[in-house]
């Protein structure tokens, strides 16, 4: 049953506005829960689960484990199931999810935007070597991701996360997921606003928090002072982004109800201004309107988006101001839109003299032994720290001039490059079939070799053109809004079902956001995927005017050209 301490009841003034039937919104009376899951988080507050993997399930093994536990609050900690061996992508949508589970975990460590010094470099290696057969991976939501994780050794782990400063908690599950903060906050040279010290206020005051731990599903936040927008803020639930009032000075926007998957949204512009030391205040207000009006009846519709969505920005910004706050927000015109998104890669000067570097591993695959190496460059070179990327990338705070260049050398030797070609630079992908129980393709070792023939193919591409590889509908690598974006599912060859992805082209964030074209009927085999880009990045090259981007190009271009039946060969000069 939800506790109604944590909910305010509207003022009389307040016209809330109320679905046909019954959506399952506490604040509305609708408190029975209305699906599985939301049984399981009445039965038990999924935070508890904690104290039951120190001391019974990591004791007495894998089999002892509750399945309500297993398969629904263990992702409050920061652990899955991964998939079992051996099931291909047409095993995803007729097996059981207890089917496909495999004995080990993946398990997510947020890092919140946080500078992350040699030592903490140090233990996320360390956990990768000793406890995930090796494996760690940078995900676009600035995790470290393991895999082959045993429920044994989950104390331990956690033990070495906490004395780095690092935790799991909250980052899956109907929770705050884990922040993205920018990565080159208080640092770089055109920052509006360093928000750091607003992210750690909301980590400290509300994970972990039993208020704020039962949303209606996933609650996704970004914050970024600096005017690239580097954290994808049209695409999270709830965003702060850098902005400038003509008299108070700097300050923070307020976007909410962004989202990917089956039903794309980008996010609304409240068109305000929010100084440093309420931007907490006002996530809990937004939190709140989630947790309280948030539809859960529906998993489907249960995400933050589709109640802006019914609501509209100005009821959601008057329900807020009166409800959960308090006070009027002040109105100030939403920020200028950049063009594309700005992933930090290369050598830039800090405002205070120093450099940051940013570095490109491919499709955010990384190894524990490979973080070990670059804590031990982080302290020969008297770096600051690291900071991960909402882009599968690294960024090296604090670099001395002198050592810039001896730096990046010793980083590409250990496979980082802080140049790399635009391909490697601009292409992500989620955990794919290889360990994800939704998946039905791969995709990182996918991706991995797309860009390295994509680089023999077009070794001196001189554009930027992003490809995101998904292995299901989910957009975790936000296929929509890449100007090459993949999504994985099962197709059609020589009679055969074979994987394969839907194409979307065109897609963006930033001033020309959208979420690209899709070509009616239009699938690519895995096996094909190399020649169809190929295809369709020649016609681009071909074909496109001076100065003129591959979105622009994608929304006037022919669609025989797009779907790659045809190759232009000839580029002009």
């Keep these: 049953m939800p506790d109604l301490r ?21 604040s509305l009376g609708y408190t029975e829960p209305l699906n599985k899951n939301e049984q399981s988080k009445k039965d038990d507050d999924p935070l508890n689960v904690q104290a039951r993997i120190l001391h019974i399930y990591s004791k007495r093994g894998f089999d002892s484990i509750d399945p309500a536990d297993l398969r629904g609050r263990f ?14 992508g047409g095993k995803t949508a007729t097996l059981e999810e207890e089917e496909l589970d495999d004995r080990y975990f ?19 290696g360390t956990i990768g070597r000793d406890y995930a057969r090796d494996t760690a991976d940078v995900t676009d939501r600035e995790n470290i991701q393991y895999h082959w994780i045993r429920i044994e050794d989950v104390p331990a782990i956690w033990e070495t996360l906490e004395s780095a400063g690092l935790s799991t908690l909250e980052a899956c599950g109907d929770s705050p997921r884990p922040f993205l903060g920018s990565p080159v906050a208080g640092v770089a040279k055109d920052e509006i606003i360093d928000g750091s010290s607003a992210l750690d206020e909301i980590y400290r005051r509300y994970i972990g928090s039993p208020e704020f731990s039962n949303f209606p599903r996933k609650f996704k936040t970004a914050l970024t002072g600096h005017p690239g927008h580097d954290v994808s803020p049209e695409t999270n639930d709830v965003s702060f982004v850098g902005t400038v009032h003509p008299e108070h000075g700097p300050g923070f926007d307020l976007w909410v109800g962004g989202g990917l998957s089956t039903n794309p949204m980008l996010a609304k512009k409240l068109g305000v201004w929010i100084p440093l030391d309420e931007v907490a205040d006002a996530w809990e207000g937004v939190a709140s309107i989630f947790r309280d009006y948030g539809y859960r009846r529906l998993r489907a519709r249960a995400r933050l988006k589709f109640l802006v969505q019914d609501w509209g920005v100005e009821k959601f910004r008057e329900v807020l101001e009166k409800e959960y706050l308090g006070r009027e927000l ?4 939403s920020p200028t839109s950049p063009v594309g998104h700005r992933d930090h890669i290369g050598v830039h000067e800090q405002k205070d003299g120093r450099f940051y570097v940013g570095v490109a591993p491919t499709a955010g695959r990384v190894s524990g032994t490979l973080l070990l190496q670059l804590a031990d460059l982080i302290e020969e070179y008297g770096v600051a720290g690291a900071r991960l990327t909402p882009y ?26 802080a140049r790399p070609s635009n391909w490697r630079r601009n292409t992500m992908a989620c955990t794919g079939i290889e360990f994800c129980k939704l998946a039905i393709v791969d995709t990182k070792e996918r991706a991995r070799d797309l ?18 590889v998904n292995g299901c509908p989910n957009a975790c690598a936000r296929t929509q809004v890449a100007d090459i974006g993949l999504k994985g599912q099962l197709v059609m060859a020589d009679g055969e079902q074979v994987e394969g992805f839907q194409v979307h082209l065109g897609g ?10 899709k070509l009616r009927a239009h699938k690519v085999t895995s096996a094909g995927l190399d020649d169809y880009v190929t295809n369709v990045v020649t016609a681009y090259l071909a074909d496109r005017t001076d100065g003129e981007s591959f979105t622009e190009w994608v929304q006037r271009a022919d669609e ?10 000839t580029i002009p000069s």
């Design 6 to 26: 944590f909910q305010s009841q509207p003022p009389a003034h307040t016209e809330i506005p109320r679905t046909k039937k019954g959506e399952g919104q506490w």
């Design 451 to 468: 860009v390295a023939e994509l680089e023999r193919r077009f070794p001196a591409l001189d554009v930027p053109i992003t490809v995101n």
């Design 560 to 569: 025989e050209l797009l779907r790659g039946e045809k190759a232009l060969e």
């Design 330 to 333: 002040v109105s100030c015109e």
């Design 75 to 88: 992702r409050w900690m920061g652990l899955y199931t991964q998939r079992a061996p051996g099931f291909d």
């Design 392 to 417: 599968q990338k690294i960024v090296l705070i604090g670099v001395d001039g002198d050592k810039v260049e001896e730096l990046i050398t010793k980083l590409d030797e250990i496979g980082l490059s």
């Design 508 to 517: 963006a964030t930033g001033l020309q956001a959208n979420f690209g074209r």
């Design 106 to 124: 993946m398990m997510r460590v947020r890092s919140d935007g946080k500078l992350l010094n040699a030592a903490t470099v140090r233990a996320l």
